[in-house]
């Protein structure tokens, strides 16, 4: 369990940075990204430093390590927020999941209808609870401080027919990440899960390893592809692609409270720019995406129903199998109705 062998680790960095603090009143921020300068992740972290650095009068500098110089996966880069040599870093759910399965929970699918209802439900409670279960679920040595986004939305794309209904996938084979959530889910749909490791998705889509995957538009057109094959996108929509933002705990309780409120304002800054970044970046790669010869579909609302409704199995298996999986499932579908209503609420006012 992470929280035993985090414990002493995280006294150890919390009596570090209380040294730190008393030897000088200047914070330096270590911050990193497994991804490149192309990615909204990269952006968020732009946003982040000029928001913090300006914002805290040069008190607080913020360092951006992109790629793999301080970890090479999200494993190995937890553990450094958890010792505190790392003190900033982002993940998927599926980079998280080895340590906290409950963030799969981003991955359910149709859940969240759509950008302004996901919005709403990552910047509110929801968000908070699941932080404090991670911090309870480290020792608190991990703090999530926000979620953003990261492509945009999961859809199904796939080298060999147009998919309009659930029957279309079957015998599909699918690439997924290893976690056993996103197989569920292509299972209960009828196609066959294969995992490959995403530097090899490339060659796996040209001899037929995979004939298909579920990635934002900007993820597909960046890693090219088309050039390898895959001409079919059906825009689904079944998964928000959330982006997890964490931080050493002692790092950032070790700040005076003035200090504190400059990051988490930084990490509102830093999520509405991530929430901003692939809505502009996916306007050409879609243009792109066509203007070569892809086909791109939106299914009906029936159709989108069916698929729905073909994933149902999957909500009951992440009840039954993910540890605390019941007690995230139920924050994210209250947090979801609510912000439902909200919207629903708001957009009627505004039809008047």
């Given at each position: 369990?992470?929280?035993?062998?985090?414990?002493?680790?995280?006294?150890?960095?919390?009596?570090?940075?209380?040294?730190?603090?008393?030897?000088?009143q200047d914070y330096t921020l270590r911050a990193t990204a497994n991804s490149n300068e192309n990615d909204e992740d990269y952006?968020?972290?732009?946003?982040?430093?000029?928001?913090?650095?300006?914002?805290?009068?040069?008190?607080?500098?913020?360092?951006?390590?992109?790629?793999?110089?301080?970890?090479?996966?999200?494993?190995?880069?937890?553990?450094?927020?958890?010792?505190?040599?790392?003190?900033?870093?982002?993940?998927?759910?599926?980079?998280?999941?080895?340590?906290?399965?409950?963030?799969?929970?981003?991955?359910?699918?149709?859940?969240?209808?759509?950008?302004?209802?996901?919005?709403?439900?990552?910047?509110?409670d929801f968000t908070r609870k699941m932080r404090d279960m991670a911090l309870e679920d480290s020792g608190d040595s991990i703090r999530l401080m926000t979620i953003g986004n990261t492509g945009g939305w999961r859809n199904f794309a796939n080298t060999k027919r147009r998919i309009a209904e659930p029957s279309d996938m079957e015998?599909?084979?699918?690439?997924?990440?290893?976690?056993?959530?996103?197989?569920?889910?292509?299972?209960?749909?009828?196609?066959?899960p294969t995992p490959i490791p995403w530097p090899e998705l490339f060659t796996s889509f040209q001899t037929g390893v995979v004939e298909g995957s579920k990635n934002g538009i900007t993820?597909?057109?960046?890693m090219k592809f088309p050039d390898a094959g895959?001409?079919?996108?059906?825009?689904?929509?079944?998964?928000y692609m959330g982006a997890l933002w964490w931080m050493n705990n002692a790092r950032f309780l070790e700040m005076p409270e003035d200090m504190r409120r400059v990051v988490v304002d930084g990490f509102y800054a830093l999520q509405q720019?991530?929430?901003?970044?692939?809505?502009?970046?996916?306007?050409?790669?879609?243009?792109?995406?066509?203007?070569?010869?892809?086909?791109?579909?939106?299914?009906?609302?029936?159709?989108?129903?069916?698929?729905?409704?073909?994933?149902?199995?999957?909500?009951?298996?992440?009840?039954?199998?993910?540890?605390r999986g019941e007690e995230i499932f139920d924050a994210l579908t209250t947090a979801v109705a609510e912000a439902e209503e909200e919207i629903g609420a708001a957009r009627a006012a505004d039809l008047n």
């Open positions: 369990m992470i929280k035993n062998t985090l414990k002493s680790l995280t006294v150890a960095a919390m009596l570090a940075g209380s040294a730190m603090a008393a030897a000088a952006d968020g972290l732009v946003v982040f430093k000029n928001y913090v650095e300006a914002a805290s009068n040069g008190a607080i500098a913020v360092e951006l390590f992109i790629g793999t110089q301080l970890c090479g996966n999200g494993a190995e880069c937890l553990q450094g927020v958890a010792d505190g040599t790392i003190d900033i870093f982002v993940s998927t759910s599926g980079g998280a999941s080895g340590i906290f399965p409950y963030v799969q929970v981003l991955d359910l699918p149709y859940l969240m209808a759509d950008d302004r209802i996901a919005e709403h439900v990552l910047s509110g015998g599909l084979k699918i690439r997924t990440v290893v976690a056993d959530l996103p197989q569920e889910l292509v299972k209960a749909l009828g196609a066959a993820d597909i057109m960046g895959l001409k079919y996108v059906t825009l689904d929509g079944h998964a720019a991530t929430f901003a970044s692939p809505k502009r970046k996916s306007i050409e790669a879609y243009e792109q995406f066509v203007a070569e010869g892809g086909d791109l579909y939106v299914p009906t609302p029936e159709q989108k129903e069916a698929f729905k409704d073909g994933a149902a199995p999957v909500f009951d298996w992440f009840k039954a199998n993910v540890a």
